[in-house]
């Protein structure tokens, strides 16, 4: 196993150690922001026609590798995050037929955020409409939530 180690640019203090197979460890070794200490150990890989050389440690800097970033709120990924669900009935939707729904309309100042939107059946949302949920008497079935981000490099 390889350790990634990542670290910040200016405080130089770790922040995440993750142990990775020799595999990954290999694709990851010509990434843009990977640093090979060279006080670093190496395990020989072989091949069928060659010997590779993995160190047993790669730093990333996160400053410049990956910063985990949150997609911004689309129709398929809210459709994905819901489950096809509507969020006022409860029926399944295919996606041709669900709709983004803000919990707060955008008129009263609503966000287009992952927490403000949610995926709605076409009648719902007409239902629902230009107002809020308590105010269309239309409870959510369930809370939106931000999806979770994979720190993982490119």
Same mark, same amino acid.
């Given at each position: 196993m390889v350790t990634i180690i990542a670290t910040t640019y200016f405080t130089n203090r770790v922040v995440?150690? *993750? /142990?990775?197979s020799l595999s990954r460890a290999i694709d990851l070794m010509g990434h843009r922001s #990977?640093?090979? /200490? /060279?006080? #670093?150990? %190496?395990?020989?890989v072989h091949s069928p026609s060659q010997v590779v050389l993995v160190p047993? !440690?790669?730093i990333f800097n996160v400053d410049g590798a990956f910063v985990p970033k949150v997609a911004q709120?689309?129709?398929?990924?809210v459709y994905n995050r819901? *489950?096809?669900i509507c969020a006022y009935c409860g029926k399944w939707v295919t996606f041709t037929d669900a709709s983004i729904d803000h919990i707060v309309p955008q008129a009263h100042g609503g966000p287009t955020e992952w927490e403000n939107l949610v995926n709605a059946c076409r009648t719902c949302n007409q239902r629902k409409a230009d107002r809020t949920p308590a105010q269309a008497r239309m409870p959510l079935?369930? !809370?939106?939530f931000t999806p979770k981000?994979? %720190?993982r490099p490119d």
């Open positions: 995440i150690t *993750h /142990p990775i #990977a640093i090979i /200490p /060279p006080d #670093a150990g %190496l395990v020989e047993d !440690q790669i709120p689309t129709k398929r990924g819901d *489950h096809g079935r369930f !809370q939106p981000v994979r %720190l």
